[in-house]
């Protein structure tokens, strides 16, 4: 599976986290990207602020807050590290996004980044996926 | 064909239905798996709810909801009916969102809903699919 | 690569350009299809109006605004014009939304745009596509 996560709410992280996290468990192999918005939520001064959701549905925003905390769900971010812990994840910080946001080196993003690539390069690993989606 | 239906609004609900209509009446298989907001507006009480327009786009709603009108587009929902009356579409719910959501059971959802999945079952029926989707 | 470019926004616009433009150049066959929003963005008369930002991260958007301009990026269009001159990138309108904005032929549309056909079509040349992505 290959995701191109480029969101930044935690309305659609979380399902970067679980989708990760499903297919980790079942054995396959998941590539993540972050780019656009999705590499600016993992900086890591970013990584640990209140989580936005989409301006779509922000009259439910409170209530899905509070039902997250209520079910102990972990936040996306250490769900997508249990994933990692536990199978073949791999995740990817878009270069061309790193440069428009004037970000130096991984050492500015959460740990879990393995690396930083160009586009070409994640759609070259991608194109052997059974599942690709843009999220 | 895998769809993952995230979204809650209308202008990707349509997609939704248009997307799994075109395919189901060329023969395809069809899977459509709503989770999050795409779950919330699959909840009996919200269906026939006047539908929300993306708040990028806010700016035309009016005039699109005026044009679906005008061209006897049926809502979102029925098209996806009819696309399971016509072909192989199998409509599933997400358990999580479910659980996040205080669903009880798939009686409080959408009668086109087939079964309640979670995750894993998900994309196991996925990775056969030759266009998977996160809409 | 199949593309399905639903989106208005220059913050998915760009991606759709860059993703179009790095499998260009490393060879692969390339299809977009603009639908909704993402037909809207390639009329003519809009093509050149200042780019939106997604709602959810408006806060950021005049600073990506600066960024692009000081990286001097292309405006997205002009991407993907150069990626249709560089390799095997095909674009396509979608039918159904033409008649929604009430839009006659192709005239009105970038000149980039190859050909208007219905959904059924273009999943038809999806089916192949290594990686599938509603952008």
Known sequence: MAIIAWS???????????????????????????TFWGLNAIR??????????SADFSEYA???MEAIKKMNYLPWHELLRQAKAMGNVKVYACSTTM????????????????????VATFLERAKDAAVTLFI
Chains 1, 2, 3 share one sequence.
């Not at 879990?112 to 690539?117: A, G, K, N, T, Y």
């Open 8 to 34: 930044g709410t935690a309305d659609k992280l979380y399902p970067v986290a679980i989708l990760a996290s499903a297919a980790a468990a079942t054995g396959w192999e998941v590539e993540v990207f972050f």
């Open 44 to 53: 890591k001064e970013l990584l640990n602020t209140p989580p936005k959701i």
């Open 62 to 64: 409170p209530a899905v």
């Open 99 to 118: 440069e428009m946001f004037s970000i130096k080196d991984k050492s500015a993003l959460a740990d879990f980044v393995d690396d930083v690539v160009g």
